[in-house]
Structure formats: C-alpha cells, structure tokens
C-alpha cells in the first residue's frame, strides 16, 4: 500500500526552527514530484513546496521563499522541510503528497496525514 508519513511538526516561537519529514513507500520514489500543503482552521488549502520528479528543481510558495527549504534523500525514501524563521501565519496543519511531477499540484495521487505546526507570538 501506498503511505506518506508525515512528521516533525510541534510548537515553536516565532523566529525558531522545525523540520518536517515525509517518508514515503509502496510506490517507486524516483518517478514522484513530494509536495507540502498546508491547511489552517477556516482557511483553503495552499501549497507550499515542492520538489520535482524530472529534474530535481523546488518550488516555493512566495510567503515562505527564503525561509523554507525542501529537499530529499532517496535513499531513505523521504523528503524534508526545513522551516526556518518562523511567522504565526504559518500555523497549520502540514501535509505531504506524491504526484507524477509538482505540475499537478493540487492534483497529487497520495496524500499523507498531517502534522501540526504552531508558531507562537
């Protein structure tokens, strides 16, 4: 069965650090674009980040560019999200899909559980 796992999130202060981990099995890792999304209470789902399948390139939603990187080790199947500086703002529940590259963003075939991320003032 297919499973994204994803991890890592907490409560922080503004301005700290967390990084979020997505490990995925049961469908061949190299052929997948892994994207976050994230959702908070009231608000649509949006994108955040996302690696692609065909080339390696990332991709960024503008509110979290330059402070967040996104990267992946196939060896271990997983992709990370290093969240620095963080904001309020970005509290949510964070999540992380498979897709056949990040173009179809919203349109990725497997969606994990997420994690929660809670930035404190």
């Known amino acids: 069965d297919v499973q994204l796992q994803a991890s890592g999130g907490g409560l922080v202060q503004a301005g700290g650090s967390l990084r979020l981990s997505c490990a995925a099995s049961g469908f061949t890792f190299d052929d997948y674009a892994i994207g976050w999304f994230r959702q908070a209470p009231g608000k649509e789902r949006e994108g955040v980040s996302c690696?692609?399948?065909?080339?390696?390139?990332?991709y960024y939603a503008d509110s979290v560019k330059g402070r967040f990187t996104i990267s992946s080790d196939n060896a271990k199947n997983t992709v990370y999200l290093q969240m620095n500086s963080l904001k309020p703002e970005d509290t949510a529940v964070y999540y992380c899909?498979?897709?056949?590259?990040?173009?179809?963003?919203?349109?990725?075939?497997?969606w994990g559980k997420g994690t929660q991320v809670t930035v404190s003032s």
């Open positions: 690696i692609s399948s065909s080339d390696g390139s990332t």
């Open positions: 899909a498979a897709g056949s590259d990040c173009n179809v963003w919203y349109g990725m075939d497997y």
